[in-house]
């Protein structure tokens, strides 16, 4: 799958690059990766999604759920199963700073101490959580790129070299000026992975990044981190629950 997705990077230009891909298009484009896909009635909007190793991953372009994205959104989730304790962000320094500023105002204009639970989830971690950096990130990952995360040691193992590759490919490649400056967001969360782009290019090669970044970050999850503790059954914790006899 992944070298389907490298290739389809280097897609042709031509006279359809200047304008938004077509939902048709991107269904052709999706039966050569053999990845199921729903268009939906708008142009533009569309269901993409997989498996990877046993695990369901989806992407889907709409409107956008965060005000902070313009035109469409790619929303990606990969459903893991890995440690529901683990916690990471990774966002382009643009978004950053615009969320920073939004949590301080949002925080500021109602004389409130604490983090107010109905700001979206990702300015509560920037309020919440450090930023961490390692020796290993390259200087130009740590230029375009934050990470937050409640411990570093779980940042290190999920962040491994081939979703820096991936990211670093998001804004150093073609049409990388224009895409480092709009939001990028990636999450592992309540084991999952998400991802949330604002779709500036309405591109294939844009859908293809995407992919393969959601992909890669999935895989480094699972490669990396341990799976999620499983439950006890149900007479254990009834049993637990009414205490010594």
């Not at 230009?13 to 708008?42: D, F, K, M």
């Not at 491994?160 to 990211?167: F, G, K, R």
């Amino acid at each position: 799958m992944f070298d389907r997705l490298r290739k389809a990077l280097h897609l042709p230009g031509g006279p359809t690059a200047a304008r938004p891909v077509s939902n048709q298009e991107v269904v052709r484009w999706a039966a050569t990766q053999r990845l199921a896909i729903v268009p939906q009635a708008a142009e533009g909007h569309f269901d993409l999604g997989g498996d990877l190793s046993g695990h369901p991953w989806r992407l889907e372009c709409g409107n956008p759920t965060r005000d902070y994205v313009h035109g469409l959104e790619l929303r990606g989730r990969a459903d893991l199963g890995v440690d529901p304790d683990a916690a990471v962000m990774v966002l382009n320094r643009p978004l950053q700073e615009s969320l920073e500023g939004n949590a301080y105002d949002a925080i500021t204009d109602t004389l409130q101490t604490t983090v107010n639970a109905s700001l979206p989830e990702e300015m509560r971690w920037l309020a919440m959580y450090e930023e961490v950096a390692w020796p290993g990130l390259p200087a130009s990952f740590r230029q375009h790129f934050a990470v937050v995360a409640e411990r570093i040691e779980t940042a290190q193992r999920w962040i491994h070299a081939p979703v820096v590759s991936q990211l670093l490919n998001m804004v150093e490649g073609e049409g990388g000026t224009e895409r480092a400056q709009s939001p990028l967001l990636l999450m592992l969360v309540r084991g999952k992975v998400y991802l949330r782009v604002e779709h500036t290019q309405r591109s294939l090669a844009e859908i293809a990044q995407a992919t393969q970044l959601l992909l890669a970050a999935a895989q480094g999850a699972l490669q990396n981190l341990p799976p999620a503790a499983p439950a006890a059954p149900a007479d254990a914790q009834a049993q637990g629950a009414a205490g010594p006899q």
